[in-house]
């Protein structure tokens, strides 16, 4: 797979899954089910309701033997309690916490970097991807209980790609474990466990050489910084019908606005499917003042109301000849496409497209608020000013950060 296309063949089964209600169920399925190896990565790992049950099917699994890996971002998920933690050590599940804050926490912009993709391989056969934490659907760590809930998708997936997923999140796990070595300075087991980690990333690499009709895209901050904003833009560049992308964090940049603006201007229809709910100050603000020469070149923005929209998803040209569809964890924002660890599944693939297009679109018309292009001009003067103090704030992170987005 190079940075800006992957190639795809026939040996994959992907199957859409629609929130927590969805994936958790599948998930608690395969984990129980697994024999040797289940491997976990999640943004937050919250054990409220629904999401107690998905720490009970890792507990039950590394309790017959099966290797548990599960790391968390120091961030999302903080230490988890204390009751939670020693649940799951005690059960044998290998659990490792991925960018602690220290005393000084987001003060330091390197702490800026942090895991957000979603990724569970069990068995090296089976893997979910997406944007769902493990988070009950009704839950929110800041808002409590939700009246509606989240909107949000993952995959279920087999096939070539599950080997590149694995891969990749072994690396991960073993340089965690370098650094860990090199601070309690076990040097020559640090350099080891660097080699073991150069090794699975060569052989991801390897992996995601092969033809596919389904690709993981990966992005980090050393060899893969931009792969799923140009895969966005290459997309979205070859539509010829219909864009449809539902994004909860959506501030992209100048080349990701354009591809949008002459996608519209060339009679494509480009609707946009984002967060009406307010959610964060920064997110939510700073995303609208590039609104204006969306809704100028005539796309259609539609804000989500009923609850928090969470999802990081895309369908282009669903009945067309060349469907493309992707699903994965990944916000069109610099924080996302700049400094986190994201995973995306891109699949290429008529049903799976339509079944994804045939979701959003009913979400658009059933619990979507149409954005006026006039209202959104004559906006009150205090919402303006809120709007660019987020923008600016968040240029500010960026030049903080080195970054030019």
Known sequence: MTALRAAFANDHRVRLLQGAGELFPALIEAMDAALADIQFETYIFDCTGAGASVAEALMRAARRGVRTQLVVDGVGTGPLPPEWAARLRGAGVHLRVYSPLGPLGLLLPQRWRRLHRKLCVVDGRLLFCGGINVLDDFHDPNYGVLAAPRFDFAVQATGSLVTAASETMEQLWWRMQAVRDARQRRLPQ????????????????????????????????????????????????????????????????????????????????????????????????????????????????????????????????????????????????????????????????????????????????????????????????????????AFGLMRLALWVTGKQY
């Open 190 to 389: 640090a350099l080891q466990d660097l080699r073991a980690a150069s090794a699975a990333r060569d052989a991801a690499e390897a992996a995601c050489a092969g033809a596919m009709r389904a690709a993981l895209v990966l992005r980090d901050n050393v060899r893969n910084r931009s792969r799923i904003e140009k895969a966005y833009r290459r997309a979205i560049g070859a539509a010829r019908h219909e864009v449809i992308i539902a994004n909860a964090y959506f501030l992209p940049g100048g080349k990701l606005r354009r591809a949008l603006v002459m996608a519209a201007r060339r009679g494509v229809r480009v609707r946009l499917l984002l967060q009406g709910k307010y959610e964060y100050f920064m997110q939510y603000h700073a995303a609208r003042p590039v609104y204006g020469a969306l809704l100028e070149a005539g796309v259609e923005i539609y804000e989500y109301a009923p609850s928090f929209l969470h999802a990081k998803v895309a369908v282009i040209d669903a009945h067309g000849e060349r469907p493309w569809a992707t699903v994965g964890s990944s916000n069109l924002d610099p924080l996302s496409l700049l400094l986190a660890r994201e995973a995306n599944v891109v699949v290429e693939d008529a049903a799976f497209a339509q079944d994804l297009r045939q979701r959003l679109v009913h979400a658009m018309q059933n619990a979507g608020q149409r954005m006026d292009p006039a209202r959104y001009a004559g906006r009150p003067l205090r919402q303006r000013v809120l709007d660019r103090i």
